[in-house]
């Protein structure tokens, strides 16, 4: 079975500070990982995927298989990062790709 | 707006009551996802379509719930007889099939049921 933690579920930051969302999985085979985020009074928005390597808004995600780690990275934090984050991966059996989410790391950028 | 859309975006309900829910995907998107949302947990898996097809149901989906796409586009999912353990958000997401997969959903706005 597959397993999303985030170990978070709430993180603050000064402006200006690097962020890091962690984000820690099981999965049984190669998994592909993404992040969602939420900003308030919007709807869940993909920010990444882990197979496009690349960067969205400053962030970034390097997939670490060894350590079964998708942490969530950006080294200059905004005001406007400040929202839910999710960390999610396809639901087992794949094909369907359905998505499991971790239940969120909530950030808040402080001026 | 041309996002996934959901109606209503709120409801409120006597336990017992039926309810149902309408989904209005990006048009040509053929796959589409429900999922459910209790406070503090990240987005569940409840059911998804592609096309008319409803392919997979998660074991959250009791015989109370239930999902149609009758003709390929807009979906609806109803429960019947609520419970105050169904108060959630419920969140509509669809997407394109992929031949290279990658999963970039893209969800509607939900539908936050209270049930009383």
């Known amino acids: 079975a597959q397993r999303v933690t985030q170990p978070e579920k709430l993180l603050s930051v000064f402006k200006g500070a690097p962020v890091e969302l962690k984000c820690n999985y099981s999965?049984?085979?190669?998994?592909?990982l993404f992040w969602y985020v939420q900003y308030s009074r919007q709807r869940l928005q993909l920010l990444l995927r882990?197979?496009s390597r690349e960067s969205i808004k400053g962030f970034t995600a390097d997939l670490n298989k060894g350590e079964t780690s998708f942490h969530l990275k950006k080294p200059f934090a905004q005001e406007e990062d400040s929202a839910m984050y999710y960390c999610?991966?396809?639901?087992?059996?794949?094909?369907?790709?359905?998505?499991?989410f971790g239940t969120g790391t909530r950030l808040t950028v402080i001026p | 707006d041309t996002g996934v859309s959901q109606d209503p975006r709120h409801k409120i309900t006597k336990r017992g009551q039926n309810v149902t829910f309408r989904c209005d995907p990006i048009?040509?998107?053929?796959?589409l996802y429900w999922y459910r949302q209790t406070l503090g947990q990240g987005p569940e898996f409840l059911t998804y379509?592609?096309?008319?097809?409803?392919?997979?149901k998660s074991r959250l989906l009791s015989d109370r719930f239930s999902a149609e796409r009758p003709k390929g586009s807009f979906s609806t999912l109803e429960i019947q007889r609520t419970e105050q353990g169904d108060s959630a958000m419920y969140l509509c997401?669809?997407?394109?099939?992929?031949?290279?997969?990658?999963?970039?959903?893209?969800f509607g706005p939900g539908t936050r049921l209270l049930v009383l």
């Open positions: 999965y049984s085979g190669s998994p592909e």
């Open positions: 882990h197979i």
């Open positions: 999610a991966l396809p639901l087992l059996p794949t094909g369907a790709n359905n998505l499991f």
């Open positions: 379509f592609q096309n008319e097809a409803q392919l997979e």
């Open positions: 048009s040509e998107h053929n796959r």
């Open positions: 997401a669809s997407r394109p099939v992929q031949v290279l997969g990658g999963e970039t959903q893209y």
